[in-house]
């Protein structure tokens, strides 16, 4: 086996103490997707948005990373070919566990864009409605967050690695919103053998060749352990 592409979700920091979207009394139960999470929210109440990302941005800051976090960066560490993250999160997890190949298609808290002229650069602890951007300075600095309705990021680099993945690895993810949740079907159809790590089956889960149900602190460390011993 040469190379692992694996698709993380909210689940996989759920034991970070991160909270999922779906679950009860997720973050989609406290705010409305289209007041916090699309472009018109944040024209419509930029200090609402702002204040929603400057929160979980505290948050994910406060985070330490878990031994879910951990078994994949000793993956990435241990094993012969090639392991590629492809994080729906917008937390800084992976790459504190010690991951180097993360890509982040829907943007990261530690991200700022600007509306403006596209310019990115590391957000400040706290942003402001108005906050300037420091190449072209219009006062649109905003979370370099993917919101419902922006294409994902790094979508061509995504599909390539996903024709090149032996073994699909999705973990902590509902399978509830695409392009992500269609991953599986891509890799299975490019010939890779899928597997899913979640506490229950996801939307997705009849796509899986094999699913290990249980909480990603216990399951991944087991498998990675079978992968660097095989
Ligand atoms: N171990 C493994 N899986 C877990 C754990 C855990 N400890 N805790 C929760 N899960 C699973 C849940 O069973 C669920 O399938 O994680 C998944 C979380 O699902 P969601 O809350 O829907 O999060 P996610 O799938 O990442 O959402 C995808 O939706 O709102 C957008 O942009 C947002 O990136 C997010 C995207």
């Known amino acids: 086996m040469r190379k692992i592409v694996i698709l993380t979700g909210a689940g996989i920091s759920a034991e970070s103490g991160l909270g999922t979207f779906r679950a009860e009394g997720g973050l989609w139960a406290q705010h409305r997707i289209e007041d916090v999470a699309t472009p018109e929210g944040f024209a419509r109440d930029p200090k609402l948005v702002m204040d929603f990302y400057n929160a979980r941005r505290a948050q994910a800051a406060a985070a330490a990373p878990n031994a879910g976090h951990e078994a994949l960066a000793r993956l990435e560490a241990g094993f012969s070919g090639e392991v590629v993250v492809v994080t729906q999160n917008v937390d800084d997890l992976h790459e504190k566990a010690g991951s180097e190949q993360v890509?982040?298609?829907?943007?990261?808290?530690?991200?700022?864009?600007?509306?403006?002229?596209?310019?990115?650069?590391?957000?400040?602890?706290?942003?402001?409605?108005?906050?300037?951007?420091?190449?072209?300075?219009?006062?649109?600095?905003?979370?370099?967050?993917?919101?419902?309705?922006?294409?994902?990021?790094?979508m061509e680099e995504i599909f390539g690695h996903l024709s090149e993945a032996d073994l699909f690895?999705?973990?902590?993810?509902?399978?509830?919103?695409y392009p992500a949740a269609g991953f599986v079907a891509e890799a299975k159809r490019q010939g890779a053998v899928t597997l899913e790590f979640n506490l229950e089956p996801s939307e997705v889960g009849s796509h899986f060749d094999d699913i290990r149900l249980g909480p990603a602190t216990q399951t991944l460390p087991a498998w990675?352990?079978?992968?660097l011993a095989s």
Request: net charge negative; with cysteine.
């Open 169 to 177: 690895v999705s973990i902590g993810t509902s399978g509830n919103v």
């Open 224 to 227: 990675v352990d079978e992968i």
């Open 103 to 154: 890509m982040h298609m829907h943007g990261a808290l530690k991200g700022a864009l600007c509306g403006t002229c596209d310019h990115r650069w590391p957000a400040p602890a706290v942003m402001h409605p108005g906050d300037t951007c420091p190449v072209c300075q219009a006062p649109t600095a905003r979370p370099d967050i993917v919101w419902f309705g922006e294409m994902p990021y790094d």
